[in-house]
């Protein structure tokens, strides 16, 4: 039995890591384990290491508790010896709330109870870019209002993608990429020919180097919506056996679970892969649930047809619209469907390019923001603006040539004033408007609501009327949620009337006083 | 037998009129019948009289054939006395084209087979305002592209519509409105109390009235889409017993129908009306067919429901759109469902109130429009705009304040260059456009088209690529359509790219040359 000293604290939330010498015989990703036991007073939790090559295996944890903790790790890696050793964890410094959880049916919660409300971005696969794209990435993330990005695992083949990308996640060779065109690409997607890879053989530098990026991200306060699958592929990644998936499933889940901010998104566009079944999709969900000890939100995207979101391990309903016209409008039938949180990752992208996904206005993104925002939603951001070097926000990351982003930190302060968390549908809407109401009191069946947000999306009225109960007192702000500005508009009981600008994109928050 | 000796000549398609004196006795529009055979070469067509006041009864005739013809009038009114007489009827004159058919499935001529490509707009009581007003509604008309205007027989009462109209359809008189406010108004709406009205006694000063207007349309080229009944009320017009109901409409049709530019809107909103039943609807219809020689354009238009456009004796579907954010989008869907011409007589209006039906952009209504037009259908306009002395072109007629009209005349222009008559969607449409070719070649089913109309909408595609075959030339023009800027791309054949600047709202119109 070896015994370690792990002098270094850690914080609640974030990862303890132990690293041991093990084998590097044979293939240490198939023919070892290793895995590790942390207890501490609350909580004892059993997780599954991984080789990191060069004969070093890890095992990762993440403590809930600002306690003492002992460990041990074992396996054939370490042919049976037991490492032990003991860390005190710390409580968590300040931007550390935990992972996100399911808070309350259809919203987001922090670990720590600090509501989470999602602003989410799609960089396929910024991360695979150089390191001067990612610095530039990270720092854009940095200035702007999102808390969520959706990214890849796998390097991505497709319109405006098809460039290598730093690294690999297997060893091997991939084919030969010089006779893509933009014609062409099309013929190579699905297809494994003139690629080499060992799928039991990891690249740990792949790994390494997204972790880096997660750790990044984390320290943003972003979380990483991980894409541990996709169909965009030529290399045959999308292609393996039922072993060789379930394999990478394990590497993947033992690499990262461990870090707080990480989401399961099964897949991209699932309904694309031409070779996987539901049956498929499941087994890797059971993987997950089996092996993930810490329970990071799970869902699975769609292209057209949705996964049956009513799936007990689905966390939330990550969407795609399925309407050229209409995307957030559907978010009322998809809550009561599914009574979860309902996620718009994607709602098309602003941007200029030649395919409808990737080319509305930033007007028309930010409505389909705060429709989805006021119908108890939340929606997901992407940028696909055609430039001379090809890099696409949407994919590559890189720096925003839009202007919806810019309406997102107003629209994020605004769903932070929400009483309790989260919007819900108010039952009382006209057929003309929408209008959230906290989640909380239509729970509890208020009458009256201490709070309303009322939009009116692309419509234009000059004035609207209100009328709550003949009680009540209101405080009324008039929001232009393109141009960002809140005007008082003072105090109003029993029926009232209030003036509108006749633009579009104007919203009327209402809140009771007490 | 009384011989009339008729020296005036008549065009084709304009209305003769036989005038005679008769009964003023008991009730003359109830008591005394009155009717004419109007008999030429190549058509004898009987149709009713109606009286019109002052011991008059008159029967009007509308030809079809320049040619000679002899008629025969008689009735209770002039005691079973036969009027008859002779004339001639000259060819159609300069921009007399006959009345609106039904072509080919889904689109309309006129009668001489030119194709009619409906611009519609909506002023429900245009014709009830005051004669300075109604001037300055055909002043504006005169100088607009619309040929198509939905109005309303009965006065209106709604927001925006609390005053007395110029004349009543009946002798009596109204309830007192000067108790009517913009807050009490519903209370009034489908009462009855406080009218005293003879439901059997007509004001032909009324009708007579809403001839002239008729004919000043006529003069303008514009079809008179005429709203025969309506729920908004509160003179109990909309609630008259079967009896009542079926002397108004054998009145209306006696006195209109030989106008070329009729067509016969049974209702507004006929699933409003709190007593009517579809037995009640159907009736009308089938003294409309059984009564109307001329087999004019009949339709009946909802606010909530589609009424059954299925039935036989409807021409075409006058569709007011059921969802806040879908209008036009649904065309395709109609189309199949019905086989009909789809008119889209309300897809919301242009204007600034507080209704979200009367509050769009103009841009959205010419989005409207483009997408209606190139999925095969005839799109609708009205406008809604707050102003100090409650004028709303959507009622009142007047001046236009809006900017959507502004593009119609270019938009029908477009229209007129499809080859055949109308647009059909294009079987190969991409998801993320909109395409009409013409819908002849589409019944033949021709693998070329000689014609595509693609629309883009609120998309900004900063190029798209086409190709329907290798050996075809085809001519590009890139449209702007809200600015009306045409730009000639040049010849174009196999597979080809054509630049677009972005934007929204943009057009690629291809042809075939031969």
């Known amino acids: 039995m070896r015994r370690y000293n792990y002098e270094k604290q850690v914080e609640k939330w ?78 968590a410094g300040e931007g550390n709330h935990g992972s996100i959880r399911v808070a309350n049916t259809y919203h987001f919660a922090y670990e720590d109870g600090t509501p989470y409300y999602s602003i989410g971005t799609t960089c396929y696969v910024w991360e695979l870019q150089s390191d001067e794209l990612i610095a530039q990435t990270l720092e854009t993330l940095k200035n702007s209002a999102f808390n969520k990005i959706r990214f890849c695992v796998f390097p991505k083949h497709y319109d405006y993608n098809l460039g290598e990308p730093r690294s690999y996640p297997y060893e091997g060779t991939p084919m030969d990429s010089s006779v893509l065109t933009k014609e062409n690409f099309l013929e190579y997607t699905g297809k494994t020919e003139g690629n080499h890879w060992d799928f039991e053989r990891f690249n740990p530098a792949h790994f390494q180097h997204i972790e880096k990026c997660i750790l990044a991200l984390r320290d943003l306060g972003i979380e990483a919506d991980l894409i541990v699958m996709h169909p965009y592929d030529r290399w045959g990644f999308s292609q393996m056996t039922k072993e060789q998936d379930d394999l990478y499933w394990k590497y993947v889940i033992a690499r990262f679970c461990a870090y707080r901010n990480i989401w399961w998104a099964l897949a991209n566009e699932y309904d694309l892969f031409p070779k996987k079944t539901v049956e498929d999709w499941e087994r890797y969900a059971k993987i997950i ?127 932070c004033e929400t009483p309790g968390i989260g919007l819900c549908p108010y039952e009382k809407c006209g057929w003309d408007e929408v209008c959230g109401t906290p989640e909380e009191s239509t729970q509890k069946q208020s009458p009256v609501k201490d709070y309303y947000l009322f939009y009116y999306s692309f419509m234009r009225p000059s004035f609207r009327e209100y009328h709550f109960d003949d009680e009540s007192k209101f405080q009324v702000n008039v929001i232009d949620t393109w141009n960002m500005t809140i005007e008082d508009r003072g105090v109003f009981s029993g029926k009232f009337k209030v003036e509108l600008p006749g633009r579009e994109y104007m919203a009327v928050q209402i809140k009771r006083m007490k």
């Open 14 to 91: 974030d990862v303890l890591e132990v690293t041991a010498d093990g084998h590097s015989d044979k293939n240490p990703f198939v023919d070892y384990k290793i895995h590790g036991t942390f207890t501490g007073k609350h909580e004892t939790v059993t997780v599954d290491g991984f080789y990191d090559g060069e004969g070093v295996y890890k095992v990762r944890f993440m403590p809930s508790f600002a306690e003492s903790y002992t460990f041990e790790v074992t396996g054939s890696a370490v042919d049976g010896e037991v490492l032990t050793g003991e860390f005190q964890v710390t409580p």
């Open 289 to 415: 649930c089996e092996k993930d000890p810490y329970n990071h939100l799970r869902s699975i995207h769609n292209c057209i047809p949705f996964y049956d979101h009513s799936r007990p391990w689905i966390t939330h309903c990550s969407i795609q619209r399925q309407d050229l016209y209409k995307s957030s409008e559907y978010v009322n039938e998809w809550r009561e469907r599914y009574k979860k949180p309902i996620v718009l990752d994607e709602i098309a992208y602003e941007g200029n390019i030649q395919h409808g996904w990737g080319n509305i206005s930033p007007q028309e993104m930010v409505r389909r923001f705060w429709e989805a925002v006021c119908r108890g939603a939340y929606p997901g951001h992407g940028e696909t603006y055609m430039n001379e070097n090809d890099i696409l926000w949407w994919s590559h990351g890189g720096v925003l040539h839009g202007e919806s982003h810019k309406r997102f930190a107003f629209l994020h302060k605004i769903m």
